[in-house]
């Protein structure tokens, strides 16, 4: 195992054994299964046809606790090994519901991050804060530092100026305009017209005297959002990026809308993926991860268009396939289970500086391994239930020194 700091071993054990969700930075230190698929669209498309100018959308399917958040991590830090910006986004009701797309994109742009050390892999490895405002001060450090160990002395500046002026194939003036004026403030140490810009570029509303001055003359609502998007691609490209990854986690169940919201997030989303195969639209990889496929469920030809567009399905020999079934990859879940457990227990015993008897620890891994995976019917995936109860087992097991019962843990139906 990676060697890891208490600390950060011992917030990966809260994550887990509180909420079941991953951490946020370590999934992969418990990672079992995925390894095949991974390496797939890292070969097939992070390396190959996304970052050769193509793109590509692929649908997630997987209960809640059945490890979507932990999947589109993996795929996270590949992205960002193959120096992808990636946007991880949580689709909510209230903020970011997929029936607006301007909403969507003010997600998007509020959570992209640039590849950081070690493929984000664990906290304290140097990763910045997300979105635009974060994004912009990056791109200007790295630059400002490119050109001064050039020796330009003087002349850094200018430098500057004509490299930022030289950007081009940007489909929003308005948006162009911004980011170069962005990184004009920066330069010229203009806080107030850097605040102004990101406001905008945030999504965050427009002020014609604020923004006007900047050159800035569109808004964001939902006829623009899709240009916004585009011309976001389009400026990672140039500064040096490979592209863009964007993951979009139905992280609740599609609240009931009315027809016409309904309608319109079927539409937005064959508009999104009918995009990925359009020229202008490159380098860009979308992730759609969903719960089930329920909301596909419906008569009208809107329905049956999505369904077509999402019916082939992601494997190992097939990865041109749309879906992605989680639980189709997982063929033995006890045995699944059971190699998340010994993975786990050892972030564990880094957390708490503790050695477990191996013969007990075993015991109590196939213990919860089965019992959560005879619950896998309730509300929680069987998965997350698990990363609970294993958390659980591990504390009784340090404190008593001897395996818990099923009452103990409460792994009874």
Known sequence: MTEIAPEVARGIIERVGGSGQPPEYGSHLFTVGLEP??????????SGFVRQGGSAFKMVVGVYGGGKTHFLYGVRDLAWKNNFVVSYVDLRGGESPFHRLELVYRAIVRRIMPPI???????GSGEQ???IVSFLRTWYV???QEFQNMGLGDEVRQEMVNYVDDIAGIESISFSRAVKAAFKASLDRREDDFTDICQWLSG???DR???????????????TAFTLLRSLVQWIRQIGYSGLVIALDEAERIPSLAARQREQHLSNLREIIDECGHANFQRVMILYAVPDEAFLEGRTQTYEALRQRVSTVFEVPNPSGVKMD???????????????????AKVYSCAYSHSFEEAKLRETISLIASGAHELRFGDT??????????????????????PPSPEQLQLTS
């Open 37 to 46: 698929y991974l390496t797939v669209i890292e070969r097939e498309y992070l």
């Open 117 to 123: 050390p070690q493929g984000g892999s664990l906290p």
């Open 129 to 131: 804060e997300p979105g």
């Open 142 to 144: 790295r630059k400002f």
């Open 204 to 206: 965050e509303g427009y």
């Open 209 to 223: 005297r604020a923004h006007g001055r900047h050159g800035i003359l569109q808004r964001l609502d939902r006829t």
């Open 326 to 344: 989680l639980e189709k990859m997982i063929p033995n879940p006890v045995e699944f289970l059971r190699e998340v457990g010994g993975k786990l």
């Open 381 to 402: 995936g069987y998965k997350r239930l698990f990363m609970q109860k294993l958390v659980r087992g591990l504390d009784i097991l340090r404190g008593t020194g001897s």
